[in-house]
């Protein structure tokens, strides 16, 4: 059943996004060439597909909020294109594939992340059948995790933590901007516009916090253990731009200890929503086994 619901919601975000972005109409073909390029290169579409599930969570049909969900996506979409950038990771490949630099330029590849950055508030003010205070609450969300106190500030952090002695609390403040922050949003939006109490907010909001932590563990686990060929992008990364990680801190052992430790941790703080939050608990739980 998760995997199923997970391929059927994919499906749907992937199909959704080639509708919001369509391939012609826009001011200029080559950038709306180089948009669609990564937007629409597959990948787990987990961001939408977690915003989705937060409704269920809270009773309401996580359908009825694809178009939330794909911005959302958009953002993600962008912060990568952005992310393999020669001044950023400077990565050859994301998903199998040339990263959009690599085929664009990076002239066009910032521009393609702009783009697709901008268009995604547009997308999210699209959603219907919610009211419009959770609508403007929910914008609020999506700019405090895509900014300067959220991805972009972690991202900071991670540029200039490059090279330097290992920190712990460094690295941990990085990643609650640069990889929860976008977790925290997908789950608390899905839940504001479903009308979700503050009771069930703050667990599913908790629940965030420690599935992006987890998430990050086990990609730190990952860029060591992983398969090139299933992640879509290589491996050891990490260590060879000399930065810290949940590995490298403590060791291989004791970070998959630690990732186990926050998904219970993250299962347990939805315990009382039932049911309905099965597929969050089957996506903590996946965390622990996953190979990309």
Not at 112 to 138: I, W
Not at 230 to 237: A, D, I, Q
Request: proline residues 2%; aromatic residues 6%.
């Amino acid at each position: 059943m998760f995997k199923t619901l997970w391929q059927e919601r994919k499906k749907l975000v992937e199909q959704r996004l080639g509708e919001e972005l369509p391939a012609e109409g826009a001011l200029d073909d080559r950038l709306n060439e180089a948009m669609r390029y990564s937007l629409l290169a597959g990948g787990k579409r987990l961001r939408p597909i977690m915003l989705m599930a937060a409704a269920d969570a809270v009773g309401k049909k996580g359908e009825d909020f694809i178009t939330a969900a794909c911005a959302l996506e958009m953002v993600h979409v962008y912060s990568l294109i952005h992310d393999d950038l020669p001044a950023m990771d400077n990565d050859d490949y994301r998903r199998g594939k040339l990263t959009n630099h690599k085929v664009y330029g990076d002239d066009m590849a910032i521009l393609a992340g702009d783009a697709l950055l901008t268009l995604s508030f547009e997308v999210l003010l699209r959603q219907t059948r919610v009211s419009h205070a959770a609508l403007l609450t929910a914008v609020r969300e999506l700019s405090v995790a895509a900014g300067m106190n959220g991805m972009v500030g972690g991202q900071a952090i991670d540029i200039q933590a490059e090279g330097q002695k290992p920190n712990l609390a460094l690295m941990q403040k990085m990643h609650m901007g640069k990889t929860g922050a976008m977790f925290r949003a997908a789950i608390r939006i899905g839940g504001i516009l479903a009308g979700a109490d503050k009771t069930s907010l703050k667990a599913l909001t908790v629940y965030a916090e420690k599935f992006g932590l987890a998430f990050q563990i086990t990609d730190d686990i990952l860029d060591v253990t992983g398969d090139e060929k299933v992640l879509g992008k290589p491996v050891g990364s990490d260590e060879r731009n000399g930065k810290a990680t949940y590995v490298t801190l403590t060791s291989l052992a004791q970070a998959q200890k630690l990732a186990e430790n926050t998904v219970a941790e993250a299962k347990a703080a939805i315990a009382d929503l039932g049911e309905r939050a099965d597929f969050l608990q089957d996506l903590a739980d996946y965390l622990i086994s996953r190979d990309k």
